[in-house]
Structure formats: structure tokens, C-alpha cells
């Protein structure tokens, strides 16, 4: 059923790369691969450098990418990294979860060191709470001192 007066997104134009810009895009991502090639190629040792353009040539050859050239703007090259490049004891960056988790933890703990001092709104009910019963209880006890010296004076009478 069609929509009443709404078209889709289908039917847009296209838009295509112009031919020269992607050539010259091409030829500046080249460049900078050879330059960063050219700086590794100077620091590695000579028998290094034989075997990386072995393995950057078996890497070329291997499966399609040695039949088709492909040409993705989009396409991000894996890069393997040295043992000694890696560092391990940088700081990582925390994820959202953990970073929220951490502030959750610090919250509460914040939270319970103020209701210990009785500076929470709660705090202040549970003590006015308990002070109230405190006094209910004293003065249960003092009717029970009371009921019970009555007791033990009519006893001491009756047994006069």
C-alpha cells in the first residue's frame, strides 16, 4: 500500500567520485606508504629487510588480493606490531561501564561514611527513630520497677 505524499530514499541521485580526485588521493596514499616504508626500511637491520619483502610480496600474492587490485579508501591495512612496540604498562582508557561502575562504588561509599555521621536525611530519621524507642523502653522499664516494688510491699504486708 502506498504511502500518502511520502517517498522513500530510494530514488535519490547518486553521487560519484570525479576520476582525477581519487586518482591523485591514490597517488598522495602511496607516497605516504613508501615514505613510512623508506623510514622503517633505514632503522631495520639488512636481514630484516629481506624478509619483510618477502613477506610483503607473499602478502600481495596470497589469495584474491594478488588477482584483483583493490582500491578501498575505506579499506584500514592490518598492521602487526613488535613485541617491543606493544606497552603493556601504559594506562588504558576506562570504558563507560567500568568508569559508571568506579563513580557507583565512590557514590555509596561517600554516602555510608555520612550516614555513620548522621549528616543523611536517614541517618536523622533511624536516630530519631531509635531515640524515640530508647525512651519507650526506659519508661517500660520504670512501670516494671514500679509494678514489682508494689508487689513485694503487698507481699510483706500479707505475710505480716
Not at 530510494?10 to 588521493?25: A, L, V
Not at 594478488?66 to 576506562?94: F, H, M, T, W, Y
Not at 508494689?150 to 504486708?157: D, P, T, V
Request: proline content about 2%.
Amino acid at each position: 500500500m502506498p504511502r500518502g505524499g511520502k517517498k522513500g530514499h530510494k530514488g535519490r541521485g547518486k553521487q560519484f567520485s570525479n576520476p582525477e580526485e581519487i586518482d591523485r588521493q591514490m597517488r598522495v596514499q602511496r607516497e605516504m606508504e613508501e615514505n613510512a616504508g623508506a623510514e622503517k626500511e633505514s632503522s631495520a637491520e639488512s636481514e630484516e629487510e629481506s624478509s619483510s619483502d618477502e613477506e610483503s610480496e607473499s602478502r600481495r600474492r596470497s589469495g584474491v588480493e594478488g588477482l584483483i587490485e583493490i582500491e578501498n579508501p575505506n579499506r584500514v591495512s592490518q598492521k602487526s606490531k613488535k613485541v617491543a612496540e606493544v606497552d603493556v604498562a601504559a594506562p588504558r582508557e576506562l570504558t563507560r561501564r567500568e568508569r559508571e561502575e568506579i563513580e557507583k562504588q565512590k557514590s555509596k561509599e561517600r554516602y555510608m561514611k555520612l550516614h555513620l555521621e548522621g549528616k543523611t536525611e536517614q541517618a536523622r530519621a533511624d536516630l530519631a527513630r531509635l531515640a524515640i524507642i530508647k525512651k519507650q523502653r526506659e519508661e517500660a522499664a520504670k512501670k516494671r520497677d514500679e509494678l514489682r516494688k508494689e508487689k513485694e510491699a503487698e507481699e510483706a504486708k500479707a505475710k505480716r
